[in-house]
């Protein structure tokens, strides 16, 4: 019902997206064109085109959200004559994963990057010419070329591309991305990276950029926070995530760097920056064993810093979902006279609408977090009736990453507040 409610409420949303798309691409070439003539010519004549710049950048950030909106509304109706969509999706895939699905290949990712860098830089661009500051044509020159090389990269990449001829169902979402919330470290590096290349424009334009570069710092800290959660339980970050964290730090770096930067935010970054090296330093003296455990068998394991742990498989259980087949395993850890605490592990196989096998032989790890040791367990290989063999991994300090991400955010929402101070 409320996926019929949705569709019917979206009913044309995919065509008006698609549309937009192109729409978008258009307007962002006529605001590089209107930023450049801006620059130049009497006085009347270049305000003009300096509005026109700023207004198509508005529109395009309307137009890049609606595009967005359009491809999410193909893969919430499982429209597999689009080339994203029987990518990314099955028809018997669950309505929240089919809309993360949105995040996981680059068409769609680069679509929701040029759309915050589209409304980021018109928010900006309106700041500029409010201000009257003099270099505002250079930084309309410079978010709107942001933008246009977006959508040029979105475009190559073809979020709205056609099938020749509609698939029976499509071939499934990679299995990382039906694991716990892996697509929040992307998105909110997405956001960082948007941000970051907003300051640059201002700052390469001569304009105040210390409110932008601080905004991007906190939402870096934030998404690193989120990956590294992600990296306990599945595979390491793709190329995509690298580019934007490489862009967050060298935003957070230049604006560190920078004179006159607030007393409290270089000692928070110096306290985050210390528990940052302490989390390494618990990382490398990890301990890593292969555990086979039979079912209600127990056992004890030397973790790191002579700490003893007692691991418990609690039997096998074995249960159909909508789109998978799991084997799980209930497995007990306690740290020597301390509480039990629980880890549930699985052992996945992904199935499309006609019962066939599209992944199989998918682990997913469970996690238990504690004030100085963070545990994760993995199965190793297939459980059965008898017994499971599992990876058991311990690592000390883990949890100093959380400290040092909220030092980070706190000294970037420090940053902004003195930026406001300062402003006013």
């Not at 009913?11 to 064109?33: H, N, R, S």
């Not at 909110?188 to 390469?204: D, E, I, K, N, S």
């Not at 007393?263 to 985050?272: K, S």
């Not at 390494?280 to 030397?302: C, H, K, N, Y």
Request: net charge positive; charged share 15%.
């Amino acid at each position: 019902m409320i996926e019929r409610f949705i569709l019917w409420l979206t009913l044309d949303l995919q065509i008006v997206g698609e549309f937009a798309f192109w729409a978008a691409l258009a307007l962002a070439a006529w605001g590089v064109l209107a930023a450049l003539l801006s620059a130049s010519g009497e006085t009347g004549r270049a305000r003009r085109f300096a509005e026109s710049s700023a207004r198509a950048l508005s529109a395009t950030a309307l137009l890049s959200w609606l595009a967005v909106a359009g491809l999410a509304k193909a893969l919430l109706a499982s429209d597999l004559g689009l080339a994203f969509v029987a990518g990314t999706t099955t028809r018997n895939l669950p309505v929240a994963f089919r809309f993360l699905a949105l995040l996981s290949r680059p068409a769609g990712a680069l679509l929701v990057l040029t759309a915050f860098v589209a409304a980021f830089g018109a928010i900006a661009l309106r700041r500029a010419h409010r201000a009257s500051e003099p270099p505002a044509p250079v930084l309309s020159t410079l978010l709107t070329g942001a933008v246009l090389s977006l959508l040029v990269v979105a475009a190559t990449a073809g979020p709205y591309a056609h099938m020749a001829t509609e698939p029976a169902d499509g071939t499934g979402l990679d299995s990382a991305w039906q694991v716990a919330a892996v697509p929040l470290a992307r998105l909110l590096l997405l956001v960082a990276a948007a941000l970051a290349l907003v300051a640059l424009a201002r700052m390469l334009a001569g304009a105040p950029s210390r409110r932008w570069a601080f905004a991007a710092w906190g939402a870096g800290s934030v998404a690193l926070l989120a990956a590294l959660r992600r990296s306990l339980a599945g595979p390491p970050w793709g190329l995509l995530e690298w580019i934007a964290l490489a862009v967050w730090l060298a935003s957070a770096v230049v604006e560190y760097r920078r004179a006159g930067a607030p007393r409290e935010v270089r000692a928070l970054v110096l306290v985050g920056a210390g528990a940052a090296v302490l989390a390494l330093a618990g990382t490398a003296l990890r301990v890593d064993q292969r555990l086979p455990l039979a079912s209600s068998e127990s056992r004890e394991v030397a973790g790191p810093l002579g700490s003893r742990w007692r691991i418990t498989s609690e039997g096998l259980s074995s249960y159909e979902e909508l789109n998978r087949l799991v084997s799980a395993v209930l497995v007990d850890v306690r740290r020597g006279r301390g509480r039990t605490r629980l880890a549930r592990v699985e052992w996945r196989q992904y199935l499309d609408t006609r019962g066939d096998i599209i992944a199989q032989d998918i682990p997913v790890a469970g996690v238990v977090n504690g004030a100085l040791n963070t545990v994760v367990i993995r199965l190793a290989e297939e459980p059965r009736l008898d017994g499971a063999i599992f990876d058991l991994r311990i690592i000390p300090l883990f949890g100093l990453w959380w400290v040092a991400a909220a030092c980070f955010v706190a000294a970037a929402a420090a940053g902004l507040r003195s930026s406001e101070e300062g402003a006013a």
